[in-house]
């Protein structure tokens, strides 16, 4: 169900997790996948002699556990932001929706580990006013440069449209 914007509200960037930003959870999930292939094997080695086809079985077991998870994260997490908010949506069967105000985003920081910036991208993790136990993050998008720069704009927007209206924040045409 797609986000139902407010008068005057318009997208400035909307989108899921990327495919590539699945593939670090995947690699994840392959190491645990292998563990779970070694244990396996040691049970099968103390049991009864050893026996490829439980240590396959566990594999793939354990990897398509991964893979399901991954693929329901990506596509159940819709990031938006907007020139009055950002909103993220996740869930399937039940939703839950966090959101905040542009003019609550105190600090924009990205974060890349060397895997990430190999495959562009990133997690954005925004701070808002007034919610320090608020964890307000978007993870695993593609370019989170182009995240921050959305925001940015947001913020200009926001800016201009209280400049026009002499809003209460409203900065003086002359500056401040």
């Known amino acids: 169900m797609p986000l139902e ?15 590539r930003g699945t593939l670090s959870f995947y690699a994840r999930g392959a190491v645990v996948a292998l563990v779970g292939a070694a244990i396996a094997a040691l049970v099968t080695v103390i049991g009864s002699g050893f026996d490829v086809a439980w240590v396959i079985i566990a594999f793939v077991v ?24 950002l909103t993220i949506e996740h869930g399937i069967l039940s939703k839950h929706m966090q959101q905040t105000r542009v003019e ?21 993790d925004f701070d808002t006013a007034g919610t320090d136990d608020s964890d307000f993050v978007f993870r695993g998008v593609a370019g989170p440069d182009q995240v921050v720069r959305a925001v940015d704009k947001a913020h200009r927007e926001r800016e201009a449209g209280r400049a026009e209206t002499g809003g209460p924040d409203a900065i003086p045409p002359g500056g401040v």
């Open 5 to 19: 914007l407010h008068p005057s509200e318009h997208v400035i960037f909307a989108g899921h997790p990327s495919w």
């Open 62 to 85: 354990v990897m398509a556990g991964v893979i399901l998870v991954g693929f329901l994260f990506r596509f159940s997490t819709t990031y938006t932001i907007t020139n009055q908010r």
């Open 104 to 124: 609550r985003v105190q600090n924009v920081n990205t974060d890349q580990t060397l895997l990430d910036r190999i495959l562009r991208v990133g997690t954005v």
